[in-house]
């Protein structure tokens, strides 16, 4: 097996060394790829869409479709790994281990028997470790910076690199972080599963919704100019407002897809404990 | 002899490319853990990204967000050039596969964690083993 | 596009997939997945490709990392290959 599979990937490798001949040379200014359609996009950007970003402009305006279903996309591969790993268990299963919080001892409890006062004791994972106070404080610190830093990624996407996904995917990071540093059940509480999968749709929705709203105006699906009307002001401004819109729907769906998928890998799909 | 020197400069960067498609497909056919699996796979995405995004790039050019450009269209633009600004449109197709690869990923993630919770090993052999004696 | 800066981060992300895949422990496999996501976003810095380096910088080496820790964590640790 690795003869055939170092035969395969030498053949396919010479194969492909082979057909670089053909290329032009790297960084060349007059390859094809330069020379048909992008000249069009760098120099029509700012007159059609008044967006000096041009990737942001290319990707919401000029090739909304595909964005459109990537973030259909994205919503399918959270909802696949909810599908495949949850598990709903009505009552609570096996041994729990809870500890003193003055002591520290750990009191194990078995199936069955009764539950200690909830005051003096906290429950924990099987894999619990000393709480560092370092690490838990700035962590509670940092994730409301980092969630402002994310919003303003979404939102600067027009002037700056940035836009719907990498600012969708700070804001799933930053509630990450919170599961990481403090507990699985913590971070559940403040982004609670049924709002996370409901959010994810949203995302979704709210791009298909301003295509379905440009074609309902008059125009084409997807093409913002038609939001001139709603929004009282001309084509060109409006083409960009209609990419910030379809932005902040891209951002929701990512976020909360990266936060459905650490909350059911993480736990394989039992949702009580977390790394 | 110069002709060839001249060939490597001019063609090195895609070869290397090639050698980590190259190690990532080599991964995926001939290891026998799932996860190793995983991460070749990974790599391949991220090697062919890596040449997608190199077919973009320009010698002497700068990023493609425009300069000047803060509130001015129609009358009174500057004139753009399409020379100065690297090619944005190899960019736009490769956002879209960054994101698709790390959904790809969480699925082959919860695969394997399904596969492992019934079979109680990662390793290929031991899998087909289990499954054969049933 | 300074080429001795290329060359040299071509070959730290050459060494770093292939120690990715040949080394006996999934954890480190995992980690060094996410040295080789950084060290792509860095050479699409290079190349001036700033959009696609800034989501590999959070999706590769944020988040894909993330994801194989917990799934590691989840399952084992060691492998025979």
């Known amino acids: ?275 | 002899m110069g002709d060839l020197i001249q060939i490597v400069v001019a063609k090195y960067n895609y070869w290397i490319y090639i050698t980590l498609m190259m190690i990532g497909l080599y991964a995926m056919i001939v290891k026998n853990n799932l996860v190793k699996k995983i991460v070749g796979m990974n790599i391949f995405q991220t090697a062919i990204i890596l040449f997608y995004v190199s077919t973009g790039a320009k010698r002497g050019a700068t990023i493609p967000i425009l300069e000047h450009g803060h509130g001015e269209h129609g009358a009174g633009a500057h004139m753009v050039h399409a020379v100065d600004y690297i090619n944005p449109l190899p960019h736009v197709l490769m956002l879209t596969a960054i994101v698709v690869s790390v959904a790809t990923l969480g699925v082959a993630l919860a695969l394997a964690i399904r596969i492992y919770n019934r079979h109680n090993t990662l390793e290929e052999d031991e899998i087909l083993a289990q499954i054969r004696e049933k | 596009m300074i080429w001795q800066l290329d060359l040299a981060i071509l070959t730290l992300v050459v060494i770093a997939g292939i120690g990715a895949i040949t080394v006996k422990d999934l954890l480190g496999a995992a980690i060094l997945f996410g040295a080789y996501s950084f060290m792509m976003c860095l050479l699409w810095s290079i190349m001036g490709a700033v959009d696609v380096s800034f989501t590999e910088a959070s999706v590769g080496a944020g988040v894909s990392t993330v994801f194989f820790v917990a799934a590691v964590f989840r399952t084992t640790r060691r492998t025979k290959d």
């Not at chain 1, 000393?130 to 979404?154: E, G, M, N, S, W």
């Not at chain 1, 209609?242 to 936060?259: F, H, P, R």
Request: hydrophobic share 45%.
């Open chain 1, 1 to 275: 097996m690795k003869i055939l599979g170092l035969i395969i990937a030498l053949s396919t490798g010479v194969l492909l060394i082979y057909a670089t001949g053909d290329f032009p040379g790297w960084a060349d200014p007059a390859s094809p790829a330069s020379l048909h359609l992008s000249p069009h996009f760098i120099e029509k950007t700012m007159e059609e869409t008044s967006v000096p970003n041009i990737v942001t402009a290319v990707l919401a305006d000029y090739r909304g479709y595909d964005t459109m279903y990537e973030t259909a996309v994205i919503f399918t591969a959270g909802l696949a790994c909810f599908i495949l790993l949850r598990i709903f268990v009505r009552e609570e299963p096996g041994d729990r281990l809870y500890r003193h919080l003055l002591t520290g001892v750990t009191v194990r409890v078995k199936e069955g028997a009764k539950l200690p006062p909830s005051e003096d004791f906290e429950r924990i994972d099987a894999t619990w470790t000393p709480p560092d106070l370092i690490i838990k404080t700035i962590c509670r610190f940092l994730i409301p910076f980092i969630q402002l830093f994310a919003l303003y990624v979404i939102a600067h996407g027009h002037h700056s690199p940035g836009g719907g996904f990498q600012g969708g995917v700070i804001l799933g990071a930053s509630i990450i972080l919170l599961a990481i540093s403090q507990d699985l059940r913590t971070s559940v509480r403040r982004m609670r599963e049924k709002l996370d999968a409901v959010l994810c749709a949203v995302g979704v929705i709210i791009y298909a919704g301003t295509g379905a709203l440009c074609l309902l105006l008059g125009l084409n699906f997807l093409d913002y100019s038609a939001l001139a009307s709603v929004l009282h002001c001309d084509p060109v401004t409006a083409r960009s407002h209609g990419i910030l819109i379809v932005e902040i729907g891209v951002g929701i769906a990512v976020m909360c897809t990266m936060i459905w998928i650490y909350n059911n890998v993480s736990s394989t799909g039992k949702y009580d404990e977390g790394l």
